[in-house]
Structures are given as structure tokens and as C-alpha cells.
């Protein structure tokens, strides 16, 4: 993909910069943003002409649709910095398709690749300097899409708010991370809106997030909504289990997120000789495997968690501890991922994008 921009975009700097006053080795995922965003309003059938400018709140009719109906779609993407200091991306062109995808089935105006693309180039050779070096440091990118028109009537906005804003992020998850399989709750069924990257997915799952928090866990593996039977996904990541020496992980569908991170690590286990099948893992396997001994891994895959290993889970009121294993899957795949994410390895598939 060619990140050449003959895109127009206004740009007004921010007079100040907050660089200064940020502690990078201490960063909250997601908590403090850099001095510039982009802003692109759909209006009137088109898409108007991007500005960049100091990242500042925003005033929208309090009967926009995005607050009655939720009408509101993101994608999760990183920057990365090479020891030349040049800053990459990875696969935004798999972000940006599913982006566009999240927006049909949203019912929402798709966002011209220039837009979305160019539009990202610039702001990043803006906020360059907010990329730091070193594995494990990057600039998370969120592009968004909200529906500002007014009004309260249920039906989709005719206008619409396109934005990319930016956060300097370390890890997701800051300590160990233990799961709990859903048995009531369910993040998404068939014909719903769980493939999409649809804002409502996630708050949905707030509550049944806080109920596994309140015991001690940090997270929920979902499972299909018509049985429980059946492993799908973890909601701020896609999930694999190791078996023995065999990875598995759930096939996408109209209830799991096609997660970038997901099929690149398929790829990468496949390139590095490991054993992956796409399928689906039933909840009594992984029960069975953890009683018999030969489960050996369960680790989250997404944009922000990266390769996050689980430590135990949870079902039926059992908990199950995973081993600590010597050739760890997830370690190996982890690292096979950033050293091309930060230019460290080749990368022979053209995931990385110069910006
Ligand atoms: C991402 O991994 O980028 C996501 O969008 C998940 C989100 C819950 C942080």
C-alpha cells in the first residue's frame, strides 16, 4: 500500500506541546492523548476536507444519534519507531477495510482511504516525536466514527464525525491476567454486530466485566451465545489455547472480531513449523486438557493486549491454573510479531508501512 497523500488537509498547530510533562516509562493504557487530532466531517452526502488541529473537547447537540443510539464505530492501529527513527505502521490496510466494514454494517457513510490513510500519515509526521524507541514503546492510534447529526428519531444519522486521535501506550494489561468462561453473558450473537468494531460491543460488556473483576479476574472468555459451549473471544482480544504442541484458536464469524493481530500470528506460527488449526475450542476440552495436564497455554491476542499470556481460568466456579511452560508459544510468537512491528527482523510477508 502506497502512503502517498495528494490528500488536501487544513492544519492549525498547537501553539504549546504537553511532551514534556509526560512520564512515558508510566503510562496508563489510553489516558493522556498527543497535541494534535483530525477531525472529518461527512455532511449533506460527502465527506468535507480534514483539518488537524490541538486536540482540545468538542461540542455536539446533546440529541446526536451517537448518544441515544450508539451509533458509533473504531479501530485500534499502533505506530512504532525504528532505531533510525523512522515511524512505521502495521497492516493499515487491514484496519482501514475493517473499519469500513464496521461502518456498513453500522449504517454509516464508509471513510475514503485517503482520508483514513494519508490523513493518518499526517498526523503522525505531526506527533513523530511522541513514537519512542525501544520494544514495547508506541503510539496507539484510534481512528473513530461517530453520528453527530441531531434528533432523536431511531433511525441513522445523515451526519457524521470521522477522527483519528493518539496515545502514547506501553502494555494493556499491567499485571497477570486471569479469565473467566462465560456461561450466562454473551458479547455478541449471529446476525448481531460482533464482527463489527462497533462501540456498543464493548460496553456491553462492562457489566459482566465487572462482575469477573469483582472476583478476582480480569477478563471474560466469551462463548457462543446460543450453547456456552464453544471458546470464541476474549472482547479486548482474540484468544488461542495451546494443546500439547497444537495451537488452536476459534474461526472468525459473524461473532468474533477478525483480529489483525489474530491472523498474523496464525501466519507467523505457521512460517516458525508450529502445529495451528483454526477451529473451534470447546469449553469441556480445554476443562479436560486442564485436568489431564496437556494444556499448556492460553494467551490474548489483539492490538493493544499484543501477545498477553493468561495465568488461570475460570469455569464453573473451578479454577484452573495454566503451567509454567519452557518453550513458551506465546513468548516465541510475541516476539516474532514486534521484531518485524519494530523493524527488527525482515519482514518477509509486508506487514510494516513506512510512514
Ligand atoms: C485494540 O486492541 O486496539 C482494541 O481496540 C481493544 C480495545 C478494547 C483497547
Not at 494534535?36 to 440529541?63: N, R, T
Not at 459451549?229 to 472480531?257: C, H, Q, W
Amino acid at each position: 500500500m502506497s502512503l502517498k497523500s495528494t490528500l488536501e488537509i487544513d492544519i492549525v498547530k498547537a501553539t504549546t506541546s504537553k511532551i514534556d510533562s509526560v512520564d512515558f516509562e508510566n503510562l496508563l493504557f489510553g489516558n493522556i492523548f498527543t497535541d494534535h487530532m483530525l477531525v472529518c466531517d461527512f455532511k449533506e452526502g460527502a465527506w468535507q476536507k480534514p483539518i488537524i488541529k490541538p486536540y482540545e473537547p468538542f461540542m455536539i447537540d446533546p440529541s446526536a444519534k451517537v448518544f441515544h443510539y450508539g451509533q458509533a464505530i473504531f479501530e485500534g492501529m499502533k505506530a512504532y519507531k525504528d532505531e533510525n527513527d523512522d515511524v512505521w505502521l502495521f497492516r493499515p490496510d487491514e484496519n482501514f477495510t475493517r473499519f469500513n466494514k464496521s461502518a456498513v454494517r453500522m449504517a454509516m457513510p464508509e471513510v475514503p482511504e485517503d482520508i483514513f490513510i494519508d490523513g493518518l500519515k499526517t498526523i503522525l509526521e505531526i506527533e513523530k516525536e511522541w513514537v519512542k524507541k525501544g520494544l514495547g514503546n508506541t503510539l496507539y492510534i484510534r481512528p473513530f466514527m461517530i453520528a453527530i447529526g441531531s434528533g432523536v428519531i431511531a433511525q441513522p444519522s445523515t451526519q457524521y464525525r470521522f477522527m483519528i486521535i493518539l496515545s502514547p501506550a506501553k502494555s494493556y494489561y499491567s499485571g497477570e491476567v486471569k479469565v473467566i468462561i462465560a456461561e450466562h453473558y454473551s458479547r455478541a450473537a449471529n446476525g448481531g454486530i460482533g464482527a463489527a468494531k462497533a462501540a456498543g460491543n464493548y460496553s456491553a460488556q462492562f457489566y459482566p466485566t465487572k462482575l469477573a473483576n469483582a472476583k478476582g479476574f480480569q477478563q471474560i472468555i466469551w462463548t457462543d451465545d446460543a450453547t456456552h459451549t464453544k471458546l470464541e473471544e476474549a472482547g479486548t482480544m482474540n484468544v488461542f489455547f495451546r494443546i500439547n504442541d497444537t495451537l488452536y484458536t476459534a474461526p472468525t464469524s459473524e461473532r468474533i472480531l477478525d483480529g489483525v493481530t489474530r491472523k498474523s500470528l496464525i501466519d507467523l506460527a505457521k512460517r516458525d513449523g508450529l502445529n495451528v488449526e483454526v477451529r473451534s475450542v470447546l469449553v469441556e476440552e480445554l476443562v479436560n486438557a486442564a485436568k489431564d495436564g496437556s494444556l499448556k497455554e492460553i494467551f490474548g491476542a489483539g492490538t493493544a493486549a499484543v501477545v498477553s499470556p493468561i495465568v488461570a481460568f475460570s469455569y464453573q466456579g473451578t479454577e484452573y491454573q495454566l503451567p509454567k511452560v519452557e518453550n513458551s508459544f506465546a513468548q516465541q510468537l510475541k516476539e516474532d510479531l514486534t521484531k518485524i512491528q519494530y523493524k527488527l527482523a525482515e519482514d518477509t510477508f509486508g506487514w510494516t508501512v513506512k510512514v
